[in-house]
């Protein structure tokens, strides 16, 4: 069984950082992308920023230049640097991974359980 588990979500001040870390693990055979999706209350949940196996990158135009994505391959782990956070940024922050594993070969997504980002003004 494959599991996605987040860490690093909290409360801070406008203008602060975060650092969310995101490790998959279980029986996973490769992983072609990981990034960070968000929610917030009444909204639609949104792409923050995906990392591709080969280290491309795609942003929310809203956060580039304030967020970085980058991975540890060898750990099956994805980080998302949050600096300059806006109250806007408040939401669930998920973890998202294409993945396959040993029991079901073909990529399909696996979702961590999300954590909070809260940002105050």
């Known amino acids: 069984q494959v599991q996605l588990v987040e860490s690093g979500g909290g409360l801070v001040q406008a203008g602060g950082s975060l650092r969310l870390s995101c490790a998959a693990s279980?029986?996973?055979?490769?992983?072609?992308?990981m990034g960070w999706y968000r929610q917030a209350p009444g909204k639609q949940r949104e792409l923050v920023a995906v990392?591709?196996?080969?280290?491309?990158?795609n942003y929310l135009d809203s956060v580039k230049g304030r967020f970085t994505i980058s991975r540890d391959n060898a750990k099956n782990t994805v980080y998302l640097q949050m600096n300059s956070l806006k109250p806007e940024d408040t939401a669930v922050y998920y973890c998202n991974a294409e993945l396959s594993s040993h029991y079901y070969l073909a990529m399909r997504d696996y979702w961590g359980q999300g954590t909070q980002v809260t940002v105050s003004s």
């Open positions: 990392i591709s196996s080969g280290g491309s990158t």
């Open positions: 279980g029986n996973i055979f490769s992983i072609k992308a």
